[in-house]
């Protein structure tokens, strides 16, 4: 099977080995994961022996994902206030770096997991992390009635931009901000195979 499962197979579906393309593998051999003994089944990821346990963890934590991806993403809004504070310099580019950020940060927390879920998060909280840096700017106008109105005016504010054509370097940044998200939070690539039975060790001669 391809990409990453979250259940184990009954007993009763599991393979014995050796099948072809694999040798068997004695019990008490460690696990390529975490290194404990294996004594009933296992599963070959990319080659490697891996128990259920590893299986199951293999598939991320939404949870850890969007505690990864918000600290990144609060990150990139502290570099770009940062520099905008201390230079006076509208870094812009915090984007692209925001993007590569948040993405990584999210897959750490998905881990190998293939739901496009996590890809979509990362999407979102990048555009909410480089929207965030125009609301200084837009507290500053005079129709802005304060913080929470300028933070809200600035989740809309790209869409604007678009609509009337309007700071289009700005727009592409934040476009491949968001494309490094998605890019960055991609699953490696995970080929499993399994359930297999470990070979029972062997009876020692007398």
């Known amino acids: 099977m391809e990409g990453s499962t979250s259940s184990v197979p009954p007993a009763a ?4 080995l050796p099948l ?11 696990c390529s994961g975490c290194r404990q003994p294996i004594m009933d089944q296992f599963f070959v990821r990319n080659g490697e022996a891996i128990c259920p346990s590893c299986l199951t963890a293999q598939e991320g934590s939404f949870r850890e994902a969007l505690a990864y991806g918000l ?24 984007a692209v770096i925001a993007g590569v ?13 293939n739901r496009l879920g996590y890809r979509w998060l990362a ?18 106008l005079s ?12 989740l809309y504010l790209p869409l604007v931009m678009l609509w009337w054509r309007k700071n289009l370097v700005t727009l592409i940044l ?3 901000g968001v494309h490094e998200a998605w890019k960055f939070s991609a699953p490696p690539y995970v080929h499993v195979e399994g359930p297999f039975l470990v070979t029972p060790p062997a009876a020692s001669s007398t």
């Not at 072809?20 to 460690?30: E, I, S, V, W």
């Not at 809004?77 to 870094?91: P, R």
């Not at 950020?101 to 997991?113: C, E, K, P, Q, T």
């Not at 129709?143 to 600035?154: I, M």
């Open 123 to 140: 999407v979102v909280l990048t555009y909410v992390a480089v929207a965030a840096t125009y609301a200084h700017a837009l507290a500053e």
């Open 101 to 113: 950020l948040i993405g990584g940060a999210v897959r750490r927390g998905a881990r190998v997991s």
């Open 13 to 16: 579906d599991v393979a014995p």
């Open 143 to 154: 129709e802005v009635t304060g913080a929470f109105d300028a933070a809200l005016r600035s």
């Open 174 to 176: 934040l476009g491949f």
């Open 20 to 30: 072809p393309g694999h040798a068997p593998l004695q019990a008490g051999a460690p």
């Open 71 to 94: 600290g990144a993403a609060l990150l990139s809004i502290a570099l770009y206030y940062g520099i905008f504070f201390a230079w006076h310099i509208k870094f812009v580019f915090v």
